[in-house]
C-alpha cells in the first residue's frame, strides 16, 4: 500500500493474504503509531493475513494467526540504503514462496537487506543469494 491514498479505500482489503507495510503506512492502515499496536489492529482488522511490518533499523516483525516474530538488524556501516527496503521485500517474497520457515525468511532477508546498504546505487547493491547464505554461515 505504498503510496496510501484514498484510492485504496474502495479495494477490498479482506482478500488480501500478505500485508508487507513499514511503520508509516501501519499507522495510515490502524491509527497506531507503535509496532505492537500497529500489529495488533492489523490482526484484528485482517486475521488470515500474514503482517509483515518494517521497523527500518529497528528490524522488522511478522505476525499471522499462529505466529509472531522479531527480528534485528544485523549491525553494518550503512553507504546508501538506497535498496534496503526492496531488498528485504524480495528475499522475504522468494522466503515465503519456498515455503521456508519463517525465522529462516526473516533472517535471510535482513542479511539481503544489510549486505545491499553497504554497497553503493540500487540494483548493483542487491546480493545474490549464494552471497547471503555464506555471510549467514560466517
Do not use: W
Amino acid at each position: 500500500p505504498s503510496p496510501f491514498n484514498e484510492k485504496l479505500n474502495a479495494v477490498d482489503m479482506g482478500k488480501i493474504g500478505i500485508f508487507l507495510l513499514n511503520e508509516v503506512e501501519g499507522y495510515q492502515f490502524t491509527g497506531e503509531t507503535e509496532p505492537d499496536a500497529i500489529l495488533v489492529r492489523m490482526r484484528e482488522l485482517y486475521p488470515h493475513a500474514k503482517i509483515m511490518l518494517t521497523l527500518g533499523k529497528d528490524g522488522a516483525i511478522y505476525a499471522d494467526q499462529a505466529q509472531k516474530h522479531y527480528q534485528p538488524i544485523f549491525q553494518v556501516k550503512a553507504v546508501d540504503t538506497t535498496a534496503a527496503g526492496d531488498t528485504f521485500t524480495g528475499y522475504f517474497l522468494a522466503g515465503l514462496a519456498e515455503n521456508l520457515p519463517i525465522e529462516e525468511v526473516l533472517r535471510m532477508s535482513a542479511k539481503a537487506s544489510c549486505i545491499a546498504v553497504t554497497r553503493e546505487g540500487a540494483v548493483p547493491s542487491i546480493p545474490y543469494r549464494k552471497e547471503v547464505l555464506e555471510a549467514l554461515q560466517a
